[in-house]
Every structure is written in C-alpha cells, then in structure tokens.
C-alpha cells in the first residue's frame, strides 16, 4: 500500500467521504486542475451520450473513466445511459422535459379554432370537439342534479325551533 492511498483513506474518512469519491476527485483534478471540481450544470443531448457510451464499450472503460475522460461531473449518469440505450434505443436518450405533467389539458379559448367552417376541418377535429361538448354537457347535467338534489333536501328538512 502505498503512502497516497493512505493519504486518501484517512482524508476521506476524516471528511466524511469514501475513498472512492477521493480517488475520483483526484484524477479529475489531474486532468483539468481546479476548474474541474468547479460546480457544473449541463445537460447533454442524444448523440453525446451516444457517443459517449459507444466510446466507453470501443474502449472497454468503466463508468467513472469515461466521465474522467468526457469531463462528465456524475459517472452514475453513464450507467442510465446505457439502461436506457439498451431498452428504448437512440430515442431513449433524448433529454425529457423536466417537471410535472400538467394535470388537466389546457382548453382555453385560445387554443380552439376560430374558423367555423366544418367543411376546413378534419375528422378528427370535429369528433374530438364533439367529445368535448358531450363531456361539457354531461358535467352541467350532473351538476344541475346536484344543485336540485340540494335545494329539494333544503326544503325537505324541518327547521328547528329555539
């Protein structure tokens, strides 16, 4: 064993971190000085980590010297790139939106078509408006019955004398 691997065990443990990660900040260090254990934000598209798995399977690397040689901050990202690449292909590893779906889809005014010539308008179009209006129409049916339902329990209810 020798004196550098010490050195490592005994930093790391003394901070709190695993060997591993030290040996990591290491080699980083080494390669790109102290501006490559700055904080870095970037997010990379499709055909870089393509070719950054292809470049680590050509060259039988592991996850963390790749993302040495790459300048890529988190190995653990390649280990999702390639679960990825292997299960839905290059599609796969396009970028996905970030953030929560919206819930409801946005039928605002804005969005409809203001031409009303049906003639213009596709199939489609016109059953998916028809689907609209239908659920629009069932959802005031129910709520009318509710507020019916309401008024009829309202009266039916004694009221109580003090």
Known sequence: MCVWQIDVRSGGETNGVSASMV????????????????????????????????????????????????????????????????????????????GRPPKMPDFSPARTPTTTDDESRSKKDLLAEIDQLRMENAYLKKLEALVQGQKHQKAATPKKRK
Not at 24 to 31: D, I, Q
Not at 50 to 64: D, F, G, V
């Open 23 to 98: 040996k990591l900040w290491v080699a980083v260090y080494k390669r790109y000085g102290a501006a490559g254990l700055r904080k870095k934000f970037d997010h990379y598209d499709a055909p870089f980590r393509l070719r950054a798995l292809k470049l680590m399977w050509k060259n039988h690397w592991s996850y963390s010297e790749t993302a040495i040689v790459l300048g890529i901050r988190s190995s653990g990202c390649l280990a999702v790139w390639e679960r990825c690449y292997h299960s839905g292909g290059i599609d796969a590893l396009k970028p996905r939106k970030r």
